[in-house]
């Protein structure tokens, strides 16, 4: 027969999985057969998708090049199962089939018994493309339900590849020579005061590749840094679908409601320890502030990024010759500015009349303190024991694990509450009743339990700080005072003062020392004496 009709169809399955592949390749057999079994169409083409949602066509290569070639003409009819394959979105069916209707390209979907070139077509179509929309909507909602439920329950999702982890039945296990690795970088980063940039360096000179056999780079080692999962604790649903319809995943910054980061903390083994993770965050926050301050963060001093002005609050940075025996540190605004001080068109100070201070200077004054706590060490820790026992006496702790179940029961109600709406068992406005009840219980528990966490936090935070500066007392009464390579670690922060006076504030103490010191320079001799006058503990 001439001018038979050209006849094409087309398929889709939503996943790549071996029983949605055996589906794909019984519909293309079934097609073919269908139309090759009608004398008057002759086939075109079974045009295919296979692991691609039906809500978009953006990515449906197949539905794309159908369409293309309606708009040449190769295609009169086009044959699908049902709506739902065609598309999900209810405004896509009905702009494609109105725009094959214009191209005179009629759509017959089988199962749904809908032809578009009948008088009724797109009424029904209509129709039946808001319901295959909404059975979407649901088929996201349970999804997501039921993939917060598995995230809520511990189980790892949607990770992928981690560095010194390896996934198996949702649990992160550790992989001993990655955990060696992840170590040495929080250990360069905290101890040896190493740059990111500096880390991933050395790594490559080692000829350690990284997950996906590259190269490492600074952001590579930034994430390793960042990433909760070194210190045992576990937080899910950093990203979400914004929408059923668009698949757009955007970031999660915690201020959706109804998409709330999950966190579980102590999940699973820890490669690094709570001390060490601490340490490095407080580090990358030091260092991202002098970023923003415009300075490079440095650890080729012991004093980087600890000294600032006590007049103007801005960092210390060395002046003139840092390649001298000895260096000299100046305010950056009196550096940038001069000694004059001025506002300028933002209200910001500029300039600062404070004076330099000498590299010898620190390193006496830190030797001078070190040496202070040999000797009052074990006074230092009797006072240190006296307020731990002030401390358990005053702040006692509290159980709040009945609390904890009491609201996992009204989040089992709740759950149960919501299946029954997805299941049509009850109305929204039911829904809405029973929620808005078990959500305000759930509060009320919930201030409880903060309540009573914020004492015991409070309680936790001061004893583990306290015995934290027992141990650091500890190993101040056995080092060197005069070894500057651990000074960098004692020390936390200095503040340069008017008229010759520093405050330090140590990391193995809960407070500070101010010092008053003068020097004498005998410029012929080339001698620099440096005397501490005045030495004494600050809050």
């Given at each position: ?16 999985l ?50 293309s ?10 044959l699908?199962k ?22 005179k390209?009629g ?64 649990k ?40 996906n ?26 990203f ?26 102590d ?5 690094i ?191 583990d700080?306290?015995?934290?500066y ?55 001799i080339?001698?620099?004496d ?10």
């Amino acid at each position: 027969m001439e001018n038979k009709i050209k006849v094409a169809a087309y398929c889709r399955v939503s996943t790549d999985l071996s029983d949605q592949i055996h589906s794909l390749s019984a519909q293309i057999k079934y097609f073919t057969e269908y139309i090759s079994s009608q004398e008057e169409w002759e086939l075109t083409e079974i045009y295919y998708d296979e692991g691609i949602t039906g809500t978009s066509v953006k990515k449906r290569d197949g539905f794309n090049r159908m369409i293309s070639d309606c708009e040449n003409g190769k295609i009169n009819l086009i044959l699908t199962k049902e709506v739902s394959r065609f598309a999900r979105n209810t405004v896509d069916t009905l702009n494609f089939t109105r725009r094959l209707s214009e191209l005179k390209v009629g759509v017959i979907f089988m199962s749904d018994g809908i032809d578009t070139r009948d008088k009724d077509g797109e009424l029904r179509l209509t129709i039946m493309a808001s319901l295959a929309q909404e059975e979407s909507r649901k088929i996201s909602e349970r999804t997501k339900w039921g993939t917060r439920r598995q995230m809520e329950n511990g189980i790892v999702l949607g990770c992928g590849h981690i560095y010194g982890y390896r996934i198996e039945s949702g649990k992160l296990i550790p992989v001993p020579d990655e955990c060696e690795i992840v170590k040495q970088i929080f250990s360069s980063y905290l101890y040896e005061r190493k740059g990111s940039a500096t880390i991933a360096k050395e790594l490559n000179q080692r000829g350690i590749p990284t997950l996906n056999g590259k190269l490492w780079g600074a952001h590579t080692v930034l994430k390793i840094l960042r990433n909760e999962k070194y210190a045992g604790d576990l937080t899910q649903g950093k990203f979400y679908t914004d929408s059923y319809l668009s698949h757009r995943r955007v970031p999660n910054k915690g201020d959706n409601p109804d998409m709330p980061l999950i966190t579980i903390t102590d999940h699973h083994d820890a490669i690094i320890s709570r001390e060490v993770w601490d340490g490095v965050q407080e580090q990358l926050e030091e260092r991202g502030k002098l970023v923003r301050e415009g300075r490079k963060h440095s650890g080729k001093y012991w004093f980087s990024g600890k000294v600032s002005c006590g007049k103007c609050g801005k960092p210390f940075s060395i002046t003139g010759n840092n390649t001298l025996p000895s260096r000299t540190l100046r305010c950056i605004n009196r550096g940038r500015f001069g000694k004059e001080i001025q506002i300028d068109l933002n209200g910001d100070i500029t300039g600062c009349d404070n004076n330099s201070v000498n590299e010898h200077v620190l390193e006496a004054c830190v030797k001078h303190i070190l040496e202070y706590i040999q000797i009052a060490g074990d006074k230092i820790v009797g006072e240190l024991i006296e307020e731990i026992k002030q401390t358990q006496h005053s702040l006692p702790f509290k159980d709040i694990e009945l609390l904890k179940a009491e609201i996992e029961k009204l989040k089992q109600k709740k759950r149960k509450a919501i299946d029954l709406m997805l299941e049509e068992l009850i109305t929204k406005d039911d829904l809405k009743q029973q929620t808005d009840f078990y959500d305000s219980e759930i509060n009320r528990l919930t201030e409880e339990i903060t309540e009573n966490q914020n004492i015991n936090a409070i309680q936790k935070k001061q004893l583990d700080g306290i015995r934290s500066y027992i141990n650091e007392v500890g190993k101040a009464k056995k080092c060197e005072t005069d070894n500057i390579e651990i000074y960098h670690e004692m020390v936390n922060k200095i503040i340069v003062r008017e008229n010759r006076i520093l405050d330090f504030y140590m990391s193995c103490v809960p407070f500070g020392f101010r010092i008053e010191y003068h020097t004498y320079v005998a410029r012929m001799i080339k001698k620099y004496d440096i005397f501490i006058d005045s030495c004494e503990v600050i809050s």
